[in-house]
C-alpha cells in the first residue's frame, strides 16, 4: 500500500514547527504499515509575507493563522489539523517510537507542562535571532488588509481575518516582553528545564534513559535550542546543555534545521 501523502506548514522561525518537524523526523516505523506517511513540508512566512494571513492559510489551512499545521487528502487523517501537539498526538498513536509503550504518561506530563503552555512565547525573541520583532508586525498587518476594499468585499475572507485580529487584540506586547514578564517567564522555564534535568540519563541517551528520542525529547530539544539561539543558555542546567549538544548533532536534528544559519549552544 502507498504511504499516505501529509502536507506540513511550517516556518523556518516557528518554534512550534521545530518541534513538530523534529518529531516527524524521529517517528520511527509504524506499528501497521499501512499509517506509512509521505511528507510534503510548505514553508508559510510568517515573517516578511505574512502568508499566515493570506485567504487560502485562513479559510482551508488554520483558521488562527499559525503554523504548524497539517493537511492530507486521506479520510483516517483529521485535515486540516492545526498545532504543533495535536499533531504529534496523532502520529503518536501509529508511530510508537514517539510515546514508547510504558512511557506514554511521562512523555504526555513532559509535554504537558510545555504547551500547558510555558511561558516559551515570551522568551523566544531577543538577542538578534531572526524572528525578533515578527508578532509586532501581525496586528497592524491585519488591520490594514480588512481596510482593503477587495477584503470587504469577500465576506469569507474578511470574517477569518476578523478572527485572527481578535486573537492579537488586548494583548500588550511591549508589557509581554517587558523586564518583570521576562523574569517571571524565565523563572518558570528554570523550573522546567531542571524538572527535564532529573529525568535524564547522566552522560548518553534520552529522556527517561531510552535509548532513542520520544515526541518529549522533540519538543525539549526544539524549545531548549530556541532560548540557546536567543542568549538564553544561562536557563539550562548542565546535562540538558550536553543533551541538546548531542541531539544538535543528530541526522534528524540537522535535517530539520536544513541549511539554516542559527546561532545554537556552544557545549
Ligand atoms: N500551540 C501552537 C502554537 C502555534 C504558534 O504560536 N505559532 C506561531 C509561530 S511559533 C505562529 O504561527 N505565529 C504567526 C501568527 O500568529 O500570525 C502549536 O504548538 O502549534
Same mark, same amino acid.
Given at each position: 500500500? /502507498?504511504?499516505?501523502?501529509?502536507?506540513?506548514?511550517?516556518?523556518?522561525?516557528? %518554534?512550534?514547527?521545530? +518541534?513538530?518537524?523534529?518529531?516527524?523526523?524521529?517517528?520511527? =516505523?509504524?506499528?501497521?504499515?499501512?499509517?506509512? #506517511?509521505?511528507?510534503?513540508? !510548505?514553508?508559510?512566512?510568517?515573517?516578511?509575507?505574512?502568508?499566515?494571513?493570506?485567504?487560502?492559510?485562513?479559510?482551508? @489551512?488554520?483558521?488562527?493563522? !499559525?503554523?504548524? =499545521?497539517?493537511?492530507?487528502?486521506?479520510?483516517?487523517?483529521?485535515?486540516?489539523? *492545526? &498545532?504543533?501537539?495535536?499533531?504529534?498526538?496523532?502520529?503518536?498513536?501509529?508511530?510508537?517510537?514517539?510515546?514508547?509503550?510504558?512511557?506514554?504518561?511521562? #512523555?504526555?506530563?513532559?509535554?504537558?507542562?510545555?504547551?500547558?503552555?510555558? *511561558?516559551?512565547?515570551? %522568551?523566544?525573541?531577543?538577542?538578534?535571532? *531572526?524572528?525578533?520583532?515578527?508578532?509586532?508586525?501581525?496586528?497592524?498587518?491585519?488591520? /490594514?488588509?480588512?481596510?482593503?476594499?477587495?477584503?470587504?468585499?469577500?465576506?469569507?475572507?474578511?470574517?477569518?481575518?476578523?478572527?485572527?485580529?481578535?486573537?492579537?487584540?488586548?494583548?500588550?506586547?511591549?508589557?509581554?516582553?517587558?523586564?518583570?514578564?521576562?523574569?517571571?517567564?524565565?523563572?518558570? +522555564?528554570? $523550573?522546567?528545564?531542571?524538572? @527535564? &534535568?532529573? !529525568? %535524564?540519563?547522566?552522560?548518553?541517551?534520552?529522556?527517561?534513559?531510552?535509548?532513542?528520542?520520544?515526541? =518529549?525529547?522533540?519538543?525539549?530539544? /526544539?524549545?531548549? @535550542? $530556541?532560548?540557546?539561539? @536567543?542568549?538564553?543558555?544561562? %536557563?539550562?542546567?548542565?546535562?540538558?546543555?550536553?543533551?541538546?549538544?548531542?541531539? $544538535?548533532?543528530?541526522?534528524?536534528?540537522?535535517?530539520? +534545521?536544513?541549511?539554516?544559519?542559527?546561532? +545554537?549552544?556552544?557545549?
Amino acid at each position: 500500500m /502507498a504511504p499516505i501523502p501529509v502536507t506540513v506548514y511550517y516556518s523556518p522561525v516557528s %518554534l512550534a514547527s521545530y +518541534m513538530l518537524q523534529y518529531t516527524l523526523a524521529i517517528r520511527g =516505523a509504524p506499528t501497521n504499515p499501512e499509517d506509512e #506517511i509521505t511528507i510534503e513540508e !510548505k514553508e508559510v512566512d510568517i515573517h516578511f509575507k505574512l502568508e499566515q494571513l493570506s485567504e487560502f492559510y485562513l479559510l482551508n @489551512v488554520n483558521p488562527k493563522g !499559525k503554523v504548524p =499545521a497539517l493537511t492530507s487528502p486521506s479520510p483516517n487523517i483529521p485535515s486540516p489539523l *492545526p &498545532d504543533s501537539l495535536a499533531i504529534t498526538n496523532l502520529f503518536a498513536q501509529r508511530f510508537p517510537a514517539l510515546k514508547p509503550p510504558g512511557y506514554e504518561a511521562q #512523555i504526555d506530563d513532559i509535554l504537558h507542562r510545555i504547551h500547558a503552555p510555558l *511561558p516559551y512565547f515570551i %522568551l523566544s525573541f531577543g538577542g538578534g535571532h *531572526p524572528a525578533d520583532h515578527v508578532p509586532k508586525g501581525f496586528e497592524p498587518a491585519i488591520r /490594514a488588509l480588512l481596510e482593503k476594499g477587495e477584503v470587504q468585499g469577500n465576506g469569507g475572507y474578511r470574517r477569518a481575518l476578523e478572527g485572527k485580529l481578535s486573537l492579537h487584540t488586548g494583548t500588550d506586547l511591549n508589557t509581554l516582553f517587558g523586564p518583570e514578564s521576562v523574569r517571571q517567564a524565565e523563572k518558570e +522555564m528554570r $523550573r522546567f528545564l531542571e524538572y @527535564v &534535568d532529573e !529525568k %535524564l540519563p547522566s552522560t548518553e541517551g534520552w529522556l527517561f534513559g531510552l535509548e532513542r528520542p520520544s515526541a =518529549a525529547d522533540a519538543h525539549v530539544v /526544539a524549545l531548549a @535550542v $530556541r532560548l540557546c539561539d @536567543v542568549g538564553r543558555e544561562g %536557563l539550562l542546567p548542565e546535562k540538558v546543555r550536553g543533551y541538546v549538544e548531542r541531539a $544538535r548533532g543528530t541526522e534528524e536534528w540537522r535535517g530539520v +534545521m536544513g541549511g539554516l544559519e542559527t546561532t +545554537m549552544c556552544q557545549g
